[in-house]
Every structure is written in C-alpha cells, then in structure tokens.
C-alpha cells in the first residue's frame, strides 16, 4: 500500500485529488472539522501539539498494521499542527480501495486507534480572545513552529504555579504513632489534660510549705514517682519526694536532698535556696491548648510529643504509591561494565534516595526503548501502574526519534499540562495528570534529574501529602560563579556552609561529580552571567535541615 503522510500548520486543502493509482474501486475521504463547542463550552479554536517524526513513523505502522487485514491499495494522512480555528480541518484521511468495504473497516480502525497510539494531542481549546491573539502571533515574523515551542515553554515561576495548582492533597489516613515518622499532619492535637497533670518535683529532696521558716522538719511521708498521695502539709512538716513525684498538695517548694542533714525521721536545713524545684501544674500545656497544627512533617520529637498527650491515631498523609520508570536502551546496571555507547544507571539510586525523605511505596523498573514494547510492558503491571498515586519516567522526555515518553503517558490517560520549562539543567520536563494522580516525565541526563526532582517533584509530593512546598531562601555567595549570559534560569548546583554558597564546577546536565558536595541550588536569573563574591542571591536547599 502506497503511504502518503503531512504534519503541515497550514490550512488543509479543501480539494484533494486520488492518488495515481489504477484499478481502485474506491475513494474515501474523512474530515475531521473543529467545532465551536468543547466540554459544553464555546470555543474559537483547538491547539494541537506532535512530534512529527515519531507520529508520522507511527502512523504509517498503523496503516500498514491495520491493511495486513483490510487490503488497500493507497492512504493520504494530512494532519494539522498549531491553532486550528472553528471550521477548519484538523485531520484529513483518504483511502483508496478495491472495495468500499474494507476502506470503510481501515479507516474506522485507523481513527480508533489514532488517538491512543500516536503522539499527536489537543493542548487546548481557545476562547475568541486567546484564538485571535495567538492568531496573531503566529502571523507575524515568528514562524508557527517557533511559536509552538514558545507557547508550550513555561517559566520556572508558571511551572510551580501549574503544579500547585493541578496537585491536591491525597485522603488523609489515621495512622499508628510507629508508622507515622516522616508524615504530614492533618490535623490539630490539643492537649487532653494538662502537662504536668500535677506539681511535680524536679529534684529528689524533701517537700515543704513556701513559707516554712522552720530549721527542722518532721518527715511524714515518702512519695516515689509513681505515687500519688494527697495530703495536707503543716509548719514543721516534710515529705521525702523523687524526681518526678506529685506532690501531695499545691504550692509547695523542694529542698535539694543535699542542702539538708537527715537523721531518723528529721531533717535539719543546711542551706536554703531560692528556686522552688518544682514543675507546676499546666506550666507547659493546658487543656484544649493546640499542640501541633496541620503541616507539621512528624518526626521523632513530634511524635515523643503525641505520645505524651496520647495522639496515638494521628491524622495523617497516606503513604504514597509511586512507580518509577527508567528508559534508554543505553542504560545498564551499575554492576555491569559498560560496553561502548553504554553507561550505567544512576537514575534509579538517585530518585530511591531522594524519595527517602517522603514515606512512600516505591516500584522501579526499566522500559525498552521501543513504544509498543513499552506499552507491552506496561500493560503487565497495570495494576501497579493504575494504583499509582505518582509515576515518574527518567529520560525520554525531549523530542528525539526515540524519546515516547510523552505519548505513553497520554496512553495511560495522562493530561498533559506541560512538556518544557525555561531552566537548566532541566528543559525537557513532562508534567501530567489523571484525576488525583500525577506524572513528571524527567530529563535523562543525573543532574537535570537532581534538580528537576528538587525544584518540581519535591513541589508535587508536598501537595499530595499536605506539607510545605520547597521555597528559595536568600544567601549570601561566598565565591565569584562563573558563567556567560544564558537566556534560562540556571539553578547551579553549590555546597552552604557557615561562609555562605559556593558555587561548585559543573560540565553539563549528564555531569554527576558535583552531586557529592551540592546541597543548595543557586538561583541565577536569565541573561545574567557572572556574579560576584558577596551578592545576595536566592537558592534552594537540597537538604532537609
């Protein structure tokens, strides 16, 4: 069968004539015209976005697939790319035929499988407004290819806003105290009673009246820490207590065992002191008194804490299911030696490890560069995949002839939000979702991974989970950063010390040997160049402090 194939951002013509062909029978056209209507809303034009080398490859694999059992001699794909106005053609298909049946049964089996299988999607419907304005965009001296990419390309500051805005906070669960280390609070914990419950000695000694003026006191009782005795005391009178003891009735002082004399049941004060050796009732909480508040990460003092008010079934984030995925037929494990063109993967021990931090269940594996093969694969860990509450793929996320990760995620039902962000290391970042769930297709190379993971990931598992978001921070540079004006941010790996941020050496994206010392991100705005030792600059820690 002969294969015809256009990606084109033109219009497409309203006439198409039948291949030069001899000997068919049939002729089928098939329009597919924008309409004015989206999700029951009014529209004035679809965008479209697609890699066209890989989605002309994969529409001719559909075709000659699919015409192994619906014979044709001959098909014409021509599918538009850019804003494509109400009214006009976004894809056009003929098929020519020895019979009308088998190019009705090819071309409704093509245009199923269309939207699955090749990567070619709707970005966005356009309101009037935003059609004209882009309309005129891409008529002025930008071609339409530039003012795709400018118009898929988010900043840094629209790319956390996207993700702010597209992550919400998973169910929270109640959790045993054992398994709430490194959870996000999801609610308030007041105290139940006070804290003390009652006046309690800080030191082993002896208990006496405030007032008491008396030389020596008759011991009438001892009181452990366990033990709780009430009474009342009078002048001359003295009860033996132990660290930690309630004493018999409020408002008395504690002498020091070793400022007293005793012998037998009487104690003879060799020295008064000023303080009262007492912890008071409520001194530290009252009843009802808000303990800790939601957002709280729980760690092991927060949770002595719930402890001692018996919050022992907190409320808190869920342990979140993530599945990683690793691509590149390149990629070997890290015990193999590598042949020549191999390299072996850091990916999947740098993402286990900075994944530490938030308490998740966590599923790696690797996908083979190949698209139906991957999909394949997956299709045996559907319910793994499904069950995901984040799906992070390292690699494939640019625009190379094998690079599917995009369209894969668009296979699973991942609305794709965006595909680039203005920033290095780090352009080619794919984020998505599907209800609850999110997907972040990362840039290969280990260090745009490091700081992908800290400047968005890190943004996406704070929202599910209820925490804090990551926030830049100002500092002080305590060493000149070398660089030449760049039209992306840069976030530039450096070690924080006492001194301040110095800025470490770094090759490219693929280069790891800084990773050892980095523990901030150093924010250089675009166009900046060099910056001077002492300037005041905003960075990002890389470490939970």
């Known amino acids: 069968m002969e294969i015809e194939i256009q990606l084109l951002h033109e219009p497409v013509a309203e006439k198409m004539s039948p291949p030069p062909i001899g000997g068919h029978g049939a002729w089928l056209e098939f329009r597919g015209v924008v309409r004015g209507e989206e999700n029951a809303q009014s529209i ?16 001719r694999r559909l075709l000659e697939e699919i015409s192994s059992r619906h014979p044709c001699l001959a098909a014409r794909v021509v599918h538009r790319i850019g804003i494509i106005p109400v009214g006009e053609t976004a894809i056009y298909v003929g098929i020519a035929a020895s019979h009308r049946g088998e190019a009705i049964a090819l071309l409704a089996e093509f245009m ?28 002025s001296h930008q071609s339409a290819d530039s003012h795709r990419r400018l118009q898929s390309v988010r900043s ?44 309690r000695s800080t030191r082993d000694g002896y208990a006496i009246l405030p007032n008491d003026e008396s030389e020596i006191f008759r ?32 408002h008395l002082r504690v002498l020091m065992q070793e400022n007293v004399e005793r012998t037998g049941d009487r104690i003879r004060i060799l020295r008064r002191e000023s303080a009262s050796n007492v912890r008071r009732r409520g001194e530290e909480l009252r009843t009802g008194e808000a303990v800790l508040q939601p957002g709280v990460k729980l760690g092991a003092g927060t949770l002595a804490l719930l402890a001692t ?4 079934q907190p409320l808190v984030s869920p342990r979140l299911r993530v599945c990683h995925f690793t691509t590149g037929d390149e990629i070997i494990l ?54 995901a509450d984040v799906l992070l793929v390292s690699g494939g996320a640019s625009v190379g002839e094998k690079d599917f990760t995009r369209p894969l ?20 970042l794919i984020f998505g979702q599907k209800g609850g769930r999110i997907a972040f297709g990362l840039p290969g190379n280990p260090l745009s991974h490091f700081v992908c993971f800290h400047l968005f990931v890190a943004a996406a ?40 941020l110095h800025p470490l050496a770094w090759v490219s994206s693929g280069d790891v040997t800084c990773l050892t010392e980095t523990n901030a991100l150093i924010r250089v705005p675009a166009n900046r160049g060099s910056i001077e030792s002492g300037a005041i600059v905003d960075f990002l820690p890389t470490t939970t402090e």
């Not at 199923?112 to 005129?136: F, T």
């Not at 009782?221 to 009342?232: G, Q």
């Not at 191999?342 to 740098?350: A, E, F, T």
């Open 44 to 59: 004035s034009a679809l965008e479209y976005e697609a890699y066209p080398e890989m989605a002309a490859r994969e529409i």
């Open 112 to 139: 199923d499988r269309l939207k699955q299988d090749v990567p070619i999607w709707k970005r966005q419907a356009l309101s009037s407004v935003a059609a004209n304005v882009n309309l005129r965009i891409s008529g």
């Open 156 to 199: 840094l500051d629209d790319a956390l806003a996207e993700i702010h805005t597209h992550c919400q906070p998973l169910p929270a669960v109640r959790t045993p105290l054992e398994a709430c280390f490194g959870r996000v609070l999801r609610e308030t914990i007041c105290a139940s009673e006070d804290f003390p419950d009652g006046d």
């Open 219 to 250: 011991v009438v009782d001892t009181l452990h820490a366990a033990d709780w005795k009430p009474r009342e005391l009078k002048i001359g009178e003295t009860v033996r207590v132990a660290t930690g003891a309630t004493l018999p009735c409020e």
């Open 309 to 312: 008010v018996g919050g022992t």
């Open 334 to 387: 890290p015990e193999q030696t590598p042949k020549p063109g191999q390299i072996r993967d850091s990916n999947s021990i740098l993402i286990r490890n900075l994944l530490q931090k938030y308490p998740c269940h966590l599923e790696q594996a690797h996908w083979p560069e190949k698209f139906e093969l991957a999909k394949s694969k997956i299709s045996h860990r559907q319910s793994t995949v499904g069950d």
């Open 409 to 428: 995620l668009e296979s699973l039902g991942f609305e794709i939000i965006f595909s680039q962000v203005n920033v290095r290391p780090g352009r080619p």
């Open 461 to 500: 598992l704070a929202k599910l989970t209820g925490g804090a978001p990551p926030e830049f921070r100002r500092g002080t540079l305590a060493a000149k950063l070398e660089d030449g004006p760049n039209p992306r941010e840069t976030l530039w790996p450096a070690r924080r010390d006492a001194a301040g």
